[in-house]
């Protein structure tokens, strides 16, 4: 069965420690890894997207990477606005319907 | 370009009754994707439609329903409201099912059924 799973549940970090959010994935024929963003009571906000692994994408302080296996969203010198609930998504198969995480929630405390 | 829009952004019901939800998608985007989000289950996919059609369904009952209209703007409904309905709805817009599609979300509505 197509499963994603995020580790930690919650990351409390201080301003300025860097550290790394995990998304593993069991599925047949990734297609894509999604990362999004969501702050409490909003929307998710796209982040980033994945086809192979190998692939890298960064964005401010933030970069993700894709494994045959999994996914890591590295968060370089956090700021307190870089809280919120990390959620990672896999498109996969012949289904385009999306399979998420249960997220991660991260506090960065000033 | 406009983003994702829904309203109502929050809503109260009581037991029983029925809400409608409405989603503009992105200019342009013809997938709309609806999903139930709540503390202890997160994400829940409840179905998605592209051009006019439902092509995904989530598992969730058959007082779920909704629908597309030739401008992509979608609908969800939910009749006989339960408490456990209570929960952030969010709709998301994609542009083209033919390749890996991001969605893009919307604010959400807010019910609270009471």
């Known amino acids: 069965e197509d499963q994603v799973t995020q580790s930690p549940e919650a990351l409390r970090l201080q301003e300025g420690e860097s550290s790394s959010l995990n998304c593993s994935y069991t599925v047949s024929g990734l297609r894509g890894l999604f990362w999004y963003r969501q702050d409490p009571g909003k929307g998710p906000e796209f982040l980033f997207t994945?086809?192979?692994?190998?692939e890298e994408k960064e964005k401010e302080r933030l970069k993700a990477t894709l494994t045959k296996k999994e996914s890591f969203l590295h968060i370089t010198a956090p700021k307190p606005e870089d809280s919120a609930t990390y959620l990672c998504a896999v498109q996969a198969g012949s289904n385009y319907q999306l399979i998420w995480g249960a997220g991660t929630k991260l506090i960065i405390k000033p | 370009k406009a983003g994702v829009t829904q309203t109502p952004r929050y809503l109260i019901k009581t037991r029983g009754q029925q809400v409608t939800l409405s989603c503009s998608p992105i200019?342009?985007?013809?997938?709309v994707s609806w999903y139930q989000q709540t503390p202890g289950q997160g994400l829940q996919f409840l179905f998605e439609y592209f051009s006019e059609t439902q092509r995904n369904k989530g598992n969730f009952p058959g007082r779920f329903s909704g629908r597309q209209f030739s401008n992509s703007r979608s609908e969800m409904n939910v009749s006989t409201l339960e408490l456990g309905d209570s929960a952030l709805y969010l709709c998301a817009s994609s542009a083209d099912r033919g390749s890996t599609d991001t969605q893009y979300f919307g604010p959400g509505t807010r019910l609270t059924v009471l």
């Open positions: 200019s342009g985007h013809r997938s």
């Open positions: 994945l086809y192979s692994a190998g």
